[in-house]
């Protein structure tokens, strides 16, 4: 007796429904996160050379993969803004969404330091090009959360996105031989550790005093010790010293990074794009102890930052793995 029953396909799998329905429409703008991640990673194992006495070859290969996500990921929003422009200014505009913009100008000033050692230019005209488009993009954002009426749910970690940005500024431009540089980062400073300061506020009291944040959202939770650390690096690069008070802003750092690390790193919430979000607060981490321990030479300080380096590199191995994966599955950029 023969049998009529269907056999299954290929074309039937959740893997092949996926890849049917993925479009760039669908490419998210905080996979730039991604950028950042690496970037921070090359930088700290460029800090660990120093340190350790790793290979260069290390920091730069890390590097030039840096340069080839920044390049896709590049053009692969450039065509979904030239094909989906609508979307795109939905993104832009939306409360939550359009933070993440942020991480596209933070990238671009990362990765003039990921090409510093490579080419000068290359990392000056970056760098311009990332601090005018961040303080741009931080007017934009100030501007639009003062026009009130902003609902509590949408105050959210990754608000604080672009106060770091302005940060960064800093962090990457502190030896550019321009003459107008060193005011620029000054402004930067300024308005970062402001905007950090009262974004951080408003985040804090509505995760007391607001619903939990949805599953997707719980990775960026994890911003909440960047404006600290990233302070940390541009307060030092600004002053060209570690003191007291950048020690503070370390160690706060340190402290926030245990307090939200126990409700991220949990089997129940699951890899999405969004994970990403961890990978530059953790390597803002790590640069900022290893340079604290460079300057103190205490072994527990340098024990601490090895392991927080090995965390980070692990950490984001694993995210860059789960990515492909979810990319040629054609998941990432399905609906």
């Given amino acids: 007796m023969s049998s009529s029953s269907p056999i299954p396909s290929a074309a039937a799998t959740p893997a092949s429904a996926a890849a049917a329905t993925a479009s760039i429409k669908n490419l ?192 960026s939770l994890m911003v909440m010790i960047a404006p600290f650390e990233v302070g940390f690096l541009a307060y030092t690069n600004v002053t060209h010293q570690v003191d007291m008070f950048s020690a503070l802003l370390f160690w706060f750092g340190m402290f926030m990074t245990l307090v939200v690390g126990v409700r991220v790193f949990r089997p129940s919430v699951t890899f999405a794009p969004s994970w990403w979000g961890i990978s530059f607060p953790l390597a803002a981490l790590s640069n900022a102890a290893l340079k604290y321990a460079s300057v103190n030479g205490s072994t527990p300080l340098m024990i601490l930052a090895g392991l927080i380096l090995a965390f980070l590199t692990v950490a984001i191995a694993v995210l860059f793995v789960r990515t492909l994966h979810s990319l040629f599955s054609g998941k990432l950029l399905s609906a």
């Fill in 28 to 219: 998210p703008v905080n996979l730039f996160a991604s950028v950042m991640g690496l970037a921070g990673l090359t930088s700290a194992w460029r800090g660990a050379t120093h340190m350790f006495g790793a290979s260069d070859a290390i920091a730069n290969g890390i590097g030039v993969v840096t340069v080839l996500v920044f390049i896709a990921m590049a053009a692969g929003y450039l065509a979904k803004w030239s094909r989906f422009p609508q979307v795109v200014r939905a993104e832009f505009t939306h409360p939550v969404a359009g933070n993440f913009f942020g991480t596209v100008t933070i990238a671009v000033l990362l990765l003039s330091s990921v090409v510093a050692p490579w080419s000068v230019t290359a990392q000056q005209l970056l760098w311009t090009v990332g601090a005018i488009a961040t303080l741009i993009l931080s007017y934009i954002v100030v501007a639009r959360v003062m026009q009130g009426q902003m609902a509590g749910n949408n105050v959210v970690p990754a608000w604080l996105i672009p106060g770091v940005a302005s940060l960064d500024i800093a962090v990457t431009g502190a030896t550019m031989p321009m003459a107008w540089a060193p005011q620029v980062n000054l402004i930067a400073l300024a308005i970062g550790t402001i905007v950090a300061i009262v974004f951080f506020t408003m985040i804090f009291s509505r995760l007391v005093h607001g619903d939990p944040l949805p599953t997707a959202m719980i990775p």
